[in-house]
């Protein structure tokens, strides 16, 4: 039979299809092997999904037991285009008046003309504060403590260029720009930072006279305009004057900081700063809490579900530990806060239980509750031990959950043995089944060869018995 292998030619026997369909008897628990390992990687994942969302009501409740979690504040500015603000968490609601007199300026300079080259010397810069005279040859200058200066070599071939790329590269607290004009090239300097402990000061040694030296602080005529003097920002705060380095005042209002935007351009303005409760942010965290324990809720109700009606049942249906895990959530939610507040349970303040589980807020009986935060934040976080608080009790349940010999590892461990297990089940049935097939194939060919010698020696006697008929006639 050209259709088959040898095996069988001499039996007759359509060997390959025979022993073929024994082999796919043999191999038939693998059917439901491959079924088990695909529920079970279902569940690995599913199991992943659920960890994910525990975690994320895990961080919703942190915002609710944390301290600065109920500290939230707003802050306004009546005209924000000249005073900005903004105020740290758990600032006491305050008002006040800030009027900025002047902005906090960097120094700059501008040297004497210098044409060709200045000589070989040392340039030395410092930072440190001027006096009232200002930078200059009337100005007295207070090094900075701990001193801070830099010192620039000139060679002898250096073109101001040349100096000002070296300043540049010395990070000395300033920067170097060359102005050319009429008169020859200007070295201009400025600051890096404002404030008047960031004013600089240039002093030379060496170089040709009426060279390196006219690049001096002391060697420019301030009265000609080629210096700008460092200067603190100063403000008046309820007509109190404050000062700054920068145009940011961090340190003037407890928990506040306002920054100085720009100067109107007459005169100045006084702009009102405000900072009140936030119940915004409140409301907020407490959404997202109940919002996040819906979604864990949500996914293992339907995944425990039997479907009646389709006769379908979810993936964890029957699984006591997706059911224990949704059970010890419920709990919680549901419990009675041990805090000494007014408020005990979610339903005090307007977060009810759905059929099924899920949470739904009562937005006009919770923006009630928010009028007494410190009661709120109570029920939440608890007032005498952390874990007294409803948010606090998710958060401790939800950690031990979480952590590496919690629930998710255990059951991740145990699911990853079942898995492991059945691929060594299935690695027997195949190799059973191909055992099978090579008993069988030698069984057959073994019976091929004796049928092929039966045929053989069936057809010699049938050949000699009609010869001997044929010679009985004659």
Do not use: H
């Not at 025979?18 to 628990?29: A, G």
């Not at 005042?249 to 506040?256: D, I, L, P, Q, S």
Request: aromatic fraction near 4%.
């Amino acid at each position: 039979m050209a259709s088959i292998s040898s095996i069988g030619v001499g039996s007759g026997l359509d060997v390959k299809s025979i022993v073929s369909q024994l082999v796919e008897l043999e191999k038939r628990p693998l059917q439901k092997l491959e079924l088990q390992a695909a529920t079970v990687n279902a569940k690995i994942s599913a199991f992943g999904q659920v960890k994910s969302l525990v975690s994320t009501l895990s961080d919703a409740a942190s915002k609710l037991t944390s301290v600065t979690g109920w500290n939230g504040v707003t802050t306004s500015s009546s005209s924000s285009e000249f005073v900005s603000a903004t105020a740290v968490g758990g600032t006491l609601p305050t008002s006040f008046s800030v009027e900025v007199t002047q902005l906090a300026k960097a120094q700059s300079t501008a040297s004497n003309s210098i044409s060709g080259i200045v000589g070989s010397g040392t340039m030395t810069i410092a930072l440190g504060k001027w006096d009232a005279a200002g930078p200059g040859a009337s100005g007295a200058f207070t090094g900075n403590t701990p001193a801070s200066s830099v010192d620039i070599t000139v060679s002898a071939t250096d073109t101001v260029a040349d100096i000002a790329s070296k300043i540049n590269g010395a990070n000395a607290g300033v920067t170097a720009t060359i102005l050319t004009d009429a008169s020859g090239q200007r070295l201009l300097l400025s600051g890096k930072n404002t404030g008047e402990t960031a004013g600089f000061n240039v002093t030379t040694t060496g170089g040709t006279p009426g060279g390196l030296d006219r690049l001096a602080t002391t060697a420019i005529d301030a009265t000609a305009g080629a210096v700008q003097a460092a200067a603190n920002a100063t403000a008046k705060v309820n007509g109190l004057t404050v000062t700054s380095s920068t145009n940011t005042f961090a340190n003037t209002v407890a928990g506040v900081t306002f920054k100085a935007e720009k100067m109107p351009e007459t005169g100045t303005k006084t702009v009102q700063i405000n900072v009140t409760k936030d119940n915004s942010a409140v409301k907020a965290n407490i959404t997202a809490f109940v919002d996040a324990y819906n979604a864990v809720n949500s996914y293992l109700s339907e995944a425990t579900k039997y479907d009646a009606a389709t006769k379908q049942a979810g993936l964890f249906q029957g699984d006591s530990t997706a059911v224990s895990l949704q059970n010890s959530l419920r709990a919680v939610m549901q419990s009675t806060s041990k805090g000494s507040g007014v408020y005990k349970t979610l339903s005090d303040i307007g977060v009810g239980v759905q059929r099924g589980g899920n949470l739904e807020i009562d937005s006009a009986k919770l923006s009630a509750a928010l009028e007494n935060p410190d009661e709120l934040k109570k029920m939440f976080r608890g007032s005498d031990a952390v874990a007294s608080g409803i948010a606090a009790g998710i958060k401790s349940l939800a950690t031990d959950m979480l952590s590496t010999d919690g629930f998710f590892k255990t059951k991740d461990t145990s699911l990853q043995l079942s898995l492991k297990r059945n691929s060594q089940d299935q690695d027997r049935v195949k190799e059973k089944a191909n055992t099978l097939e090579n008993r069988l194939n030698a069984r057959y060919s073994a019976l091929d060869s004796k049928m092929a010698t039966l045929n053989a020696l069936n057809s010699y006697v049938s050949q000699q018995v009609t010869a001997w008929n044929k010679q009985g006639s004659n």
